[in-house]
């Protein structure tokens, strides 16, 4: 049966305060919870119930994560005020799926990879494109480690980042690719600008500007010119040892999206997208442009190609559900205002070979 | 819109997708052969009511769950990670081997 899954979480608070205009912000969890199982109910008021109760806990989870913040030594784990870097703040889940986990006053081994790993990506956003933080004004930085048990997986969960240890069998620990770090802090960094709707072409460009952002990140933190093949690499640090032994080397390879040593083959053109699939298949096509356009315009990306890619993400005519063709048409409109004509013919040219138009606007 | 009961569930599969790395996983079990904590589980997820397609943030799980029903009838559920029990989420982990490269 087909769901109605298109509203948002406004559009579900606003529904269910409708329904429950005096009460729903004070309701216990569990009653919610309770009352969302309740076949005498209705189902469009169950499903409120329901979303209700997901969103209550994932707030729960946010003052938690501030409360025990602000209860104990923050100058420990804060980067000193000079810098002007945002401050972090690491949990360990200890294996169980409460976030954000118990507080880590001295981190070593995975932690302080991660705490570290997680200043580079801050410093970069700083130093290369002029960024305090995820929200461009210092907010603090949180990241859980060890989340579920052999979880293959690291996430952006609206407020913080968590890694899992992986099952060792395909992924191991999830931190060890420093683009995977700046990949889900920069979902922050989309949440706070375009707020790109995680859905369809404009879901494809979010996870595509996580990958683009994350790769880039690593590429200035080796000091990789775009010539290096492990420069366009995704979560190439994350194979565990039996899949690397398969032939696979990355998770997802910008310059070529479906050569067969990718854990996740995508496809390279537009034509060739099918527009239900998930948004992780997709992101192939937005990405394959950025690294052509990056190869094309510099010796290292980080110079103007991650400058006009910014300066789209940031640019407030980018819709929340735009296309790839509205996007692409962005990039070139900020690659008119940051270089010189070459550098935009560059930038058509990159979106041209992987066949998506320009559009109009 | 009406519920189906859960107790004439013959078949059930679990498709995972999303997360990182964007990797399809599917297990597909006859609903007796599971565990009386996994088809509870079931129950409860047929009775509930929808829930959205996307949690909050980017990157987390997306499960399907598709019941077969005795009469060849089906329903899907989409379920997001945060509301995925834990007992069916482990039967999707149990499934995963490394794929053949192709």
Redesign the interface.
Known sequence: ???????T?HE?HAHFNRLCPHCCLIVPPGVLRKY??D?SLN?????????TY??T??QRGLREAHRIATLRDVERFATRKANALPAQHLFDCQNR?ALPGTPVLSPAGGFKTVFDTTQKVAEFYKTVLGRNSVDNKGIDLVSSLHYSQ?Y????????QMVYGDG?G???TE?YLSPD?IG??LT?GV??NESALR??GESGAL??SI?DVFGVVFNQWLNQWPVTEPRAWLV?AGII?A??QA???TC?RDMLHPSA??C??PQPELYSEIDPTA????NSGVPNKAFALFASAADGQAWGQAIQVWYATCTNRQLRADASFSEFASLTVASAEKIGATSLVAKCRSAWQQVGVPLSNT | MVDRDANDVVKVRIERRGGLAGLHFSVEHDYLSLQPAQREAIASLSTTAASPSTSAGADRFHYRVRLTHADGSERTIEVPEPAMPESLESLTKASHPPPART
């Open positions: 049966m087909a769901q109605d899954l298109s509203s979480t579900r969302s199982r076949t189902s469009s008021t169950r499903k409120a119930l329901q979303d997901l969103e806990e994932r799926k052999n293959d997986n690291a996430f952006w969960n609206g407020q099952d069998e395909l992924f999830m995977v990949h889900e979902h989309t949440q995680y859905e979010n996870e996580s979560g565990a039996p899949t398969k032939g696979f998770l067969t040593h854990l996740s998930d948004v992780h298949d």
